[in-house]
């Protein structure tokens, strides 16, 4: 579980900054599982599509998932 504490981090993150927004992750992969990611749901779709912050904040975590190794999909 490369990664745990980091996505766990991206979730309360996510929960603090948008209020009554619900935010999960799950190892996610290819059939074979050579090739595995994270990925991070949000329960509110305006802010995922069109809220700034929000873009913003995912692209600095997808940066920071790469630079631990690991892979992080919104």
Not at 17 to 28: R, S, V
């Amino acid at each position: 579980m490369k990664g745990w504490n980091f996505i766990l981090s991206i979730i309360k993150q996510i929960e603090h900054l948008f209020p009554g927004t619900i935010a999960y992750g799950y190892e996610d992969g290819n059939l074979p599982q050579t090739h595995k990611w994270w990925t991070v749901c949000i329960s509110d779709y305006e802010i995922y599509m069109s809220n700034p912050r929000f873009k913003a904040l995912s692209r600095a975590w997808r940066k920071a998932a790469i630079a631990r190794g690991c892979k992080v999909v919104f």
